[in-house]
């Protein structure tokens, strides 16, 4: 079955850490160009990293930048999702997206996505 599968998400408080993981099944990852998106509830759907199959080159909205990183593992078919100093405004269901091709990450959010996750619960509070 061709799926991707987030993990990782879970309850933390301010200024804490979790590593999202995004993991392929079905077909090798190291052929496409990974998006992270998240969406609060009441919010519309936001980009929030990218990772180009092309080149490994990054992008990140500007609410993340300097606190996020994005990373992959072709090895383990994954790619990640490091959060650092994670805020209250973080929280939200976080979605990986993949697309075939060596895309830069230039207008990432506007891609045709060939692949979604399930989805994984990120909740920010003390």
């Known amino acids: 079955q061709l799926q991707l599968v987030e993990s990782g998400g879970g309850l933390v408080q301010p200024g804490g850490s979790l590593r999202l993981s995004c993991a392929a099944s079905g077909f090798a990852l190291d052929y496409y160009s990974v998006g992270w998106f998240r969406q609060a509830p009441g919010k519309e759907r936001e980009g929030v990293s990218c990772?180009?199959?092309?080149?490994?080159?990054?992008d990140y909205a500007d609410s993340v930048k300097g606190r996020f990183t994005i990373s992959r593992d072709n090895a383990k078919n994954t790619v990640y999702l490091q959060m650092n100093s994670l805020k209250p405004d973080d929280t939200a269901v976080y979605y990986c997206?993949?697309?075939?091709?060596?895309?830069?990450?230039?207008?990432?959010?506007?891609?045709?996505?060939?692949?979604w996750g399930q989805g994984t619960q990120v909740t920010v509070s003390s």
């Open positions: 997206a993949a697309v075939h091709g060596f895309y830069y990450c230039s207008g990432y959010v506007s891609f045709e996505y060939d692949y």
């Open positions: 990772i180009s199959g092309r080149d490994g080159s990054t």
